[in-house]
């Protein structure tokens, strides 16, 4: 069989797929992956008599917290919630407020639970659990989200809410709580009892037993939700420590595929910093000097116009530039790899033009390094024009003499030029780092190993913020 250029034996169906470039920028900054992925579970659970109307409601709303405290009494669980409330604008729920209410309005469920209220009885969790979601579908938890305390206690009540579900986006446990920091707590907030009688020490020793009992089970039916937080700590380090998680959003499970610059003065490692990460994720890397020279040795009218720039000292015009790096990281293997890319943008008018085209990087580092620093590095380095080997004076001499003799030091490498660049490079700094939101500033003074681990481990961790405040 052949195809219509005559080429035989080509299954076209196998062939690779040609896609722009932009398709996959537009799609991770406007976490579409994410996007359907959760209105497809939305849609599963709640199995809606319209799904369509069910799907538009889904994307007419804004993501909101549904937050779960558990910890037992004096732990500090009604100021945490307390907190969180007042800074997302969340609506801060209690259990047995929630009960209290049902049972006074006379709900269907409220009704079913006022005999054991009534009694002082516990309430079965085929009464509680829908007595709850009654409360938690309600308009204002739906639009400003829900901060819970007191509820769900148990693994059944937990998997009473899942299974219609109504699943939490944190679930913070207060661990840690001794029988005699329960009992100072209170002391400190007895005011806000009012007329609430105070625990007794039995009621705290029971509760804090029950709370034991219950959290293994209880952490396992949430637990890629769960964050503990200690309970000694004050109520402000303890609030601290949520708020960041909240503000923190969980790993997509989106394909990642790396599209990064990372720009630096000379001397500040860039380059290899590009290459180790390359290296390791399977990217392409690309360096803006190299695309440079080969479109210099191309000998067509791009490489005149570059040459004739290089020799006047003229600046090369962005539209040439930009076509030159747009062409090198739209290739197929770019798309389908990654490319980490070093000495492109310079400006921030560059940075825009890549980001007009759909061609802007998911992560921006910033390599920052001391003028000494990059003398060190690079004012000793030395080329052998016979052989090309690279020597240092101080950290990597040459091997005998009549090799040392015929060194030739880079004009680049020279400390008046090498302060000039670095000049350079942090007057167009804040604007270009302005042009990403989510640029991450590295010291690049330390070692190679130092610095690439930190690139590393950032280049994986979420970047976009959860809940932020009102």
Wanted: hydrophobic share 40%.
């Amino acid at each position: 069989m052949s195809d219509r250029d005559g080429n035989i034996g080509i299954d076209q169906s196998k062939r690779p797929l040609a896609i722009d470039p932009s398709f996959a920028a537009y799609a991770e900054k406007h976490n579409v992956f994410d996007l359907l992925e959760g209105m497809t579970k939305d849609l599963i659970v709640s199995q809606p008599a319209d799904p369509l109307d069910h799907m538009i409601a889904f994307l007419n709303q804004r993501p909101v917290p549904r937050v779960f405290v558990h910890g037992p009494t004096g732990s500090g669980a009604a100021a945490l919630c307390g907190s969180i409330a007042g800074k997302t604008e969340a609506v801060n729920l209690e259990i047995g407020a929630i009960v209290a209410a049902a049972v006074e309005q006379e709900t269907d469920p409220g009704v079913e639970a006022k005999p054991f209220v009534e009694a002082g009885d516990t309430i079965p969790n085929k009464v509680l659990v829908p007595l709850v979601l009654d409360r938690l579908r309600e308009g204002d938890c739906k639009r400003n989200g829900f901060v819970l305390r007191g509820f769900p206690k148990t693994r059944a009540q937990a998997v009473g809410l899942q299974i219609q579900g109504l699943l939490p986006t944190h679930v913070f446990i207060l661990d840690g709580t001794t029988e005699a920091l329960a009992t100072q707590n209170l002391e400190d907030t007895a005011g806000s009892y009012a007329d609430a009688a105070v625990p007794s020490a039995q009621s705290i020793r029971d509760d804090l037993e029950d709370f034991r009992l219950n959290l293994a089970s209880y952490s396992a039916t949430f637990d890629s939700v769960v964050c503990r937080l200690d309970a000694n700590l004050p109520p402000a380090d303890v609030f601290a420590e949520g708020w960041t998680r909240l503000c923190t959003s969980d790993q997509s499970n989106a394909p990642f595929i790396p599209r990064v610059v990372i720009l630096g003065a000379r001397g500040s490692g860039d380059q290899e910093q590009a290459n180790n990460l390359a290296q390791k994720y399977g990217a392409i890397a690309i360096h803006f000097q190299d695309v440079l020279q080969k479109a210099v040795d191309m000998g067509d009218a791009v490489s005149r116009t570059i040459k004739s720039s290089l020799k006047t000292g003229a600046p090369i015009p962005d539209s040439v530039l930009h076509a030159l790096v747009a062409k090198e990281i739209s290739q197929l293997a770019c798309q389908t790899q990654g490319w980490v890319m070093t000495g492109y943008p310079k400006t921030a008018s560059q940075a825009r033009s890549l980001a007009d085209a759909g061609l802007e990087p998911n992560r921006a580092f910033f390599l920052d390094v001391e003028t000494n620093t990059a003398l060190d590095r690079l004012e000793g380095k030395r080329i052998d024009p016979v052989s090309g080997n690279s020597y240092h004076v101080l950290y990597d001499p040459a091997p005998g003499a009549e090799i040392g003799i015929r060194l030739k030091q880079h004009p680049a490498n020279k400390q008046s030029e090498l302060e000039k660049h670095v000049e350079s490079y942090m007057s167009n700094y804040d604007e270009l780092a302005g042009c990403y939101a989510g640029h991450v500033r590295v010291d690049a003074n330390f070692d190679s190993e130092t610095v690439m681990g930190y690139i590393d481990g950032n280049l994986v961790r979420p970047v976009a913020p959860g809940f932020p405040g009102p």
